[in-house]
């Protein structure tokens, strides 16, 4: 965007150096009062054309999409976006993640000290340490049992109690897998060392961005609070509200246009339609899927959609990119010998790549549509159409 702004502020200078068309010498300042148009005339060089990427093409007929246009939101795509709630109670300890922060599946979020863990942790141990006993006791009892040494009644009990062993530890396990512990750092537990008894590593569940941080150092917490939230931004979701005597005009996988605050469009498809109405806005919801691979759209951000409702040929019309306003007009630039002149136009309909024009210029007339905007702003500074140093 710099380089851009740069090549913009170059192409201006050098124009406004050049002036609009030849230069004013005392004696072609009194012919000129009779040549309005080579005044007019905005000569740019060969390596100015190539600067901007100037690029022309014929006007002429053409079909303008009717469009609906409906008020939207952008949101987060809630299929790839994640609550991260503690899953025991305790003290925030330390904070490794901050809002805006990308963070990769598994990687550590916070660090909590949790009695509720630990307490946990110190009943599984526990009841490991007596279902290994209570293991040993049964396979004695067994080869005993073989041996004809213990009896039936002893190797029964020493089973029963080797079986209950086994479902009491499966319990603390399962408690201690909604604490959120992996199978790994449960079958670690045995080999921690004391100090680091109930130290919860709170990890993120999904790769993504943070969008929501709700805790603070030192922070005690109740299980079940919700501290951060995760979203894969690379695709959100856009909402649109549409009124239901116009869900004829839909379908799911149509395309639309959404337009931000700034002007700034991109093409999207339907991707759901809500079966039921809205209760209080009797409003059928429209989602699209937007794709945001450099993160411009903002989930909250307000947008206008447009969707194809229907088409209507007309018999002139040119992109609107080749379509500039100046000095509150519409105009385009249209090449007549070494430069360009700011044709004022009359505009129809548009939709969201043309224009149609009514009157101003003729079918097969060609015009810049690539380049446009700069010509505009080098025309502003030359102050193109202005007569400027035809003061009398």
Same mark, same amino acid.
């Given at each position: 965007?710099?380089? @851009? %702004?740069?090549?913009?502020?170059?192409?201006?200078?050098?124009?406004?150096?050049?002036?609009?068309?030849?230069?004013?010498?005392? *004696?072609?300042?009194?012919?000129?009062?009779?040549?309005?148009?080579?005044?007019?005339?905005?000569?740019?060089?060969?390596?100015?054309?190539?600067?901007?990427? +100037?690029?022309?093409?014929?006007?002429? #007929? =053409?079909?303008?999409?009717?469009?609906?246009? +409906?008020?939207?939101?952008?949101?987060?795509?809630?299929?790839?976006?994640?609550?991260?709630?503690?899953?025991?109670?305790?003290?925030?300890?330390?904070?490794?993640?901050?809002? $805006?922060?990308?963070?990769?599946?598994?990687?550590?979020? %916070?660090?909590?000290?949790?009695?509720?863990? %630990?307490?946990?942790?110190?009943? @599984?141990?526990?009841?490991?340490?007596?279902?290994?006993?209570? *293991?040993?006791?049964?396979?004695?009892?067994?080869?005993? *049992?073989?041996?004809?040494?213990? $009896?039936?009644?002893? &190797?029964?009990?020493?089973?029963?109690? @080797?079986?209950?062993?086994?479902? !009491?530890?499966?319990?603390?396990?399962?408690?201690?897998?909604?604490?959120?512990?992996?199978?790994?750092? /449960?079958?670690? !537990?045995?080999?921690?060392? #004391?100090?680091?008894?109930?130290?919860?590593?709170?990890?993120?569940?999904?790769?993504?961005?943070?969008?929501?941080?709700?805790?603070?150092?030192?922070?005690?917490?109740?299980? =079940?609070?919700?501290v951060f939230t995760l979203a894969d931004t690379s695709l959100l979701w856009v909402? +649109?509200?549409l009124t239901s005597d116009l869900q004829g005009f839909v379908k799911e996988g149509?395309?639309? &246009? /959404?337009?931000?605050e700034d002007g700034t469009r991109e093409k999207c498809r339907i991707s759901l /339609?809500?079966?039921?109405?809205?209760?209080?806005?009797?409003?059928?919801?429209?989602?699209?899927?937007?794709?945001?691979?450099?993160?411009? &759209?903002?989930?909250?951000? @307000?947008?206008?959609?447009? +969707?194809?409702?229907?088409?209507?040929?007309?018999?002139?019309?040119?992109?609107?990119?080749?379509?500039?306003?100046?000095?509150?007009?519409?105009?385009?630039?249209? #090449?007549?010998?070494? =430069?360009?002149?700011?044709? #004022?136009?009359?505009?129809?309909?548009?939709? =969201?790549?043309?224009?149609? /024009?009514?009157?101003?210029?003729?079918?097969?007339?060609?015009?810049?549509?690539?380049? %446009?905007?700069?010509?505009?702003?080098?025309?502003?500074?030359?102050?193109?159409?202005?007569?400027? $140093?035809?003061?009398?």
């Amino acid at each position: 965007m710099k380089k @851009y %702004a740069l090549l913009l502020v170059s192409l201006i200078l050098s124009l406004a150096m050049v002036g609009c068309g030849p230069s004013a010498s005392p *004696k072609a300042e009194e012919a000129g009062h009779g040549h309005e148009g080579e005044e007019n005339l905005l000569e740019l060089t060969s390596q100015q054309r190539a600067q901007i990427g +100037l690029s022309v093409e014929k006007a002429g #007929p =053409g079909t303008i999409v009717k469009e609906l246009l +409906l008020p939207g939101e952008v949101r987060l795509n809630e299929e790839r976006s994640a609550l991260v709630a503690l899953k025991a109670s305790g003290r925030i300890v330390r904070i490794e993640a901050s809002l $805006g922060d990308s963070v990769r599946a598994g990687e550590t979020l %916070a660090l909590l000290e949790s009695d509720q863990l %630990a307490d946990a942790q110190a009943e @599984y141990l526990e009841r490991l340490r007596s279902r290994d006993l209570s *293991k040993k006791t049964f396979q004695r009892k067994e080869t005993l *049992k073989s041996e004809h040494v213990a $009896g039936e009644a002893e &190797w029964m009990e020493a089973e029963a109690a @080797y079986k209950n062993g086994e479902n !009491l530890l499966e319990a603390s396990r399962r408690r201690l897998l909604l604490l959120g512990l992996s199978s790994a750092e /449960i079958a670690a !537990l045995s080999q921690q060392p #004391p100090s680091k008894m109930g130290l919860y590593l709170l990890k993120a569940p999904i790769a993504g961005r943070v969008v929501g941080r709700e805790i603070t150092l030192g922070d005690n917490l109740e299980a =079940g609070t919700t501290v951060f939230t995760l979203a894969d931004t690379s695709l959100l979701w856009v909402d +649109l509200s549409l009124t239901s005597d116009l869900q004829g005009f839909v379908k799911e996988g149509d395309e639309a &246009w /959404i337009e931000g605050e700034d002007g700034t469009r991109e093409k999207c498809r339907i991707s759901l /339609i809500s079966p039921t109405l809205d209760p209080s806005t009797r409003t059928l919801t429209l989602r699209l899927e937007l794709k945001n691979p450099k993160g411009f &759209w903002k989930p909250g951000s @307000y947008v206008s959609g447009s +969707l194809r409702s229907g088409e209507r040929a007309v018999p002139l019309l040119v992109p609107r990119s080749s379509v500039q306003i100046l000095e509150g007009n519409p105009v385009v630039f249209v #090449p007549e010998g070494h =430069g360009f002149h700011a044709h #004022p136009v009359v505009l129809g309909e548009r939709d =969201g790549e043309h224009v149609e /024009i009514l009157s101003g210029i003729a079918s097969g007339t060609s015009v810049v549509v690539r380049g %446009a905007f700069e010509l505009k702003a080098a025309a502003v500074t030359s102050s193109l159409g202005s007569h400027a $140093g035809h003061n009398h």
